[in-house]
């Protein structure tokens, strides 16, 4: 099946201040702006650079009557601050459209809109394509696709020195109908799987995007870390994975920020270690580093 999708463009969490959450990321967390605070009619605003991807803090603007308003309203009201919706890099946005409709997937647009940009005050437009959440397992997704490409304002990796954005993690109930959703309707095919990696309550399957993949996991033993925080929070995105050059340098500097962070441990991937950003310092979004060796 030809994927319609070549990279992962930004994710997009949900947050109640945007400014408040911009200046954690960035003074707290140490991560690289891609675009200073700005407005659209119905929300604001601010993104972070993740090397090859962003990660767009955005909050509704309570006056707002635009239908984009009442949607992020409800949703964060709903769901509280975290991840919300994924957005691909098509190939080509017509294109893109004509066969996700061709598999019987339900899509709305192409849908354009424009602003001007913080820097330097260029206007980007952009055109949109929604993809129903019946095509990916529950996960809010959409295809963007820009006529100005974005790029981090400080360049670098940030204090943290973050590489990329290694992996999302996807919850589902059904691991295999999960992978068949994705490749069958964006081209997305599993390349890996593993079944109870290190002893783990659950098996995982891995779809590679551009330098990054999904990571769709299924929990298979009523117990544990990751199966508890499954019954709170059901299917959908579920935690960020960040690639850093060093794991143990990147821990000391958020500690020494004041943030707390898991200590390191072995990853589910071969050759990689893991620690765990608490969710308290990142608006709710599951942040978990990675060093791979």
């Known amino acids: 099946m030809t994927a319609v999708v070549r990279r992962i463009d930004h994710l997009m969490a949900l947050v109640h201040d945007v400014g408040a959450a911009f200046e954690t990321y960035t003074e707290r967390l140490g991560l690289p702006i891609a675009w200073s605070f700005g407005r659209v009619d119905g929300w604001q605003s601010a993104g972070v650079s993740l090397g090859n991807a962003n990660l767009e803090l955005l909050s509704p603007q309570l006056a707002s009557t635009t239908p984009a308003a009442p949607f992020f309203r409800h949703a964060l009201e709903s769901r509280g601050?975290?991840?919300?919706?994924?957005?691909?890099?098509?190939?080509?946005?017509?294109?893109?459209?004509?066969?996700?409709?061709?598999?019987?997937?339900?899509?709305?647009?192409?849908?354009?809109?424009?602003?001007?940009?913080?820097?330097?005050?260029?206007?980007?437009?952009?055109?949109?394509?929604?993809?129903?959440?019946?095509?990916?397992?529950?996960?809010?997704?959409?295809?963007?696709?820009?006529?100005?490409?974005?790029?981090?304002?400080?360049?670098?990796?940030?204090?943290?020195?973050?590489?990329?954005?290694?992996?999302?993690?996807?919850?589902?109930?059904?691991?295999?109908?999960?992978?068949?959703?994705?490749?069958?309707?964006?081209?997305?095919?599993?390349?890996?799987?593993?079944?109870?990696p290190l002893g783990a309550g659950f098996k995982v399957a891995r779809l590679p995007i551009g330098d990054a993949f999904l990571e769709l996991v299924q929990p298979v033993a009523k117990e544990g870390r990751f199966y508890q925080q499954f019954q709170e929070r059901g299917e959908g995105m579920f935690s960020i994975s960040i690639q850093v050059d060093d794991l143990g340098g990147a821990i000391s500097y958020l500690q020494s920020k004041g943030v707390r962070v898991s200590e390191p441990e072995p990853g589910i991937w071969p050759g990689s270690r893991v620690a765990r950003i608490n969710q308290k310092y990142t608006h709710g979004v599951s942040i978990q580093l990675i060093e791979r060796k």
């Open 81 to 196: 601050e975290g991840l919300f919706m994924m957005a691909f890099e098509p190939v080509d946005i017509e294109s893109a459209a004509a066969t996700l409709k061709e598999r019987g997937v339900n899509v709305t647009g192409p849908l354009a809109g424009s602003r001007a940009d913080p820097v330097g005050g260029a206007v980007v437009s952009w055109r949109n394509l929604i993809v129903d959440r019946a095509a990916t397992s529950g996960v809010r997704t959409f295809l963007c696709q820009y006529d100005l490409q974005r790029r981090a304002l400080v360049g670098g990796e940030g204090t943290l020195n973050v590489k990329k954005l290694d992996h999302v993690v996807i919850a589902t109930e059904d691991l295999d109908a999960a992978a068949a959703l994705w490749e069958r309707n964006l081209g997305l095919k599993p390349d890996a799987a593993l079944d109870k």
